[in-house]
């Protein structure tokens, strides 16, 4: 064999032998990065039909995809279930995520365990309501006291001397349920002495129709009925039109569900004081997956909130607002 032959099959040897390393290192490369990806569990207060948990998901979904982090979403059928969201957030903890993004579903009930994921060594975020002590690194939720002012002080000018007002609450002593009130009695002013009672349907619609029922028996002169979730707000609303009494009360609810901006543009609410529930699965999942690498992140994020009206209600910004599209 001559020896320019031999230098030609040693060289194509040498080549295959340069192309067979730069597989191996390139699948090695991708079984590292697949290796180092963040692992997020996003356990929720419901995973029900409402338009506010679904949102909350879909944000969670697109700042896991921006991020290259994998997200699992969880959390019970109905936000009252306190019981089996705490059974998750064991099954959660001996998943060993990275991160747990928690939607705590009671203050004090949850509290023992979100210590357990602190114990066990994995970054907890809250998101949408905080507990009774400090926990995790960061909270990601609305300024429930600023979105219970706006809606308060907006319907303030609706308040007459005689104005008799009830309102309807979700959750007794939840984070969100305490600011939310405090906000709107507050944005009311002076005119916070004229309301009459506060009830809570345990973030159950139907419960929320018959407790409002309840509050224009025992009040025949209330005019004034607001509720400070999508749960409470509908429920409150269904019982008002079922009464044939939507010419005489006035309304507004928290949250922005379909069926809260049909009743907006009915007539039925004066006004929705929103959440931004998208934003919110977003920055929570961002944060976790951001504080998992190590990263510094702040201990309070707003997720924001607006007030929306009948007549502010088409603008563009309001209307991505309130019918928000994960693309």
């Keep these: 064999m001559s020896r320019r032959k031999t230098e030609r099959r040693l060289l ?5 032998a340069l192309g067979a390393l730069a597989v191996c290192l390139l699948l090695w490369q991708r079984r590292a990065a697949l290796a180092e990806r963040t692992e997020i569990i996003l356990i929720q207060k419901a995973l029900d039909d409402t338009d506010f948990w679904t949102s909350v998901a ?3 979904e697109m700042a896991a995809e921006e991020h290259d982090a994998d997200l699992t979403v969880m959390g019970p059928a109905e ?4 019981g089996l969201q705490n059974e998750m957030i064991l099954e959660a903890i001996a998943d060993k995520p990275d991160a747990i993004v928690l939607a705590p579903g009671s203050s004090e009930a949850t509290l023992p365990y979100a210590r357990q994921i602190e114990e066990a060594g994995i970054t907890l975020v809250l998101l949408d309501s905080t507990m009774e002590e400090e926990a995790g690194i960061s909270a990601v939720a609305t300024d429930n006291f600023e979105l219970g002012y706006k809606m308060g002080s907006y319907m303030k000018q609706f ?54 029922r309840g509050l224009l028996e025992k009040y025949p002169e209330m005019d004034m009925i607001v509720g400070l979730n999508e749960y409470s707000a509908v429920g409150a609303a269904r019982a ?5 009494l939507s010419d005489q009360i006035y309304m507004a609810g928290i949250d922005s569900s ?47 909130s607006e007030l929306i009206t009948k007549e502010n209600m088409y603008t563009e910004e309001n209307q991505k607002l309130l019918f928000p599209v994960a693309e």
């Design 12 to 16: 194509a040897a040498g080549l295959l």
């Design 79 to 82: 936000e009252q279930e306190i």
């Design 58 to 60: 879909q944000g969670g």
């Design 258 to 304: 379909l069926e809260q901006i049909q009743l907006l543009e009915a007539g039925v609410y004066e006004a929705l004081a929103i959440q931004k529930p998208f934003n919110m699965g977003y920055l929570g999942v961002e944060t976790a997956v951001r504080a998992a690498r190590g990263e510094r992140v702040e201990e309070n994020i707003d997720s924001g």
């Design 159 to 212: 308040v007459a001397p005689d104005t008799v007002i009830g309102i309807v609450g979700h959750v007794e002593g939840s984070s969100t349920a305490l600011g939310r009130e405090a906000g709107f009695r507050a944005g009311l002013g002076e005119a916070q002495d004229q309301v009459a009672e506060i009830v809570f349907c345990d973030s159950i619609t139907e419960k929320a129709s018959e407790l409002t």
């Design 240 to 244: 008002v039109l079922e009464l044939g």
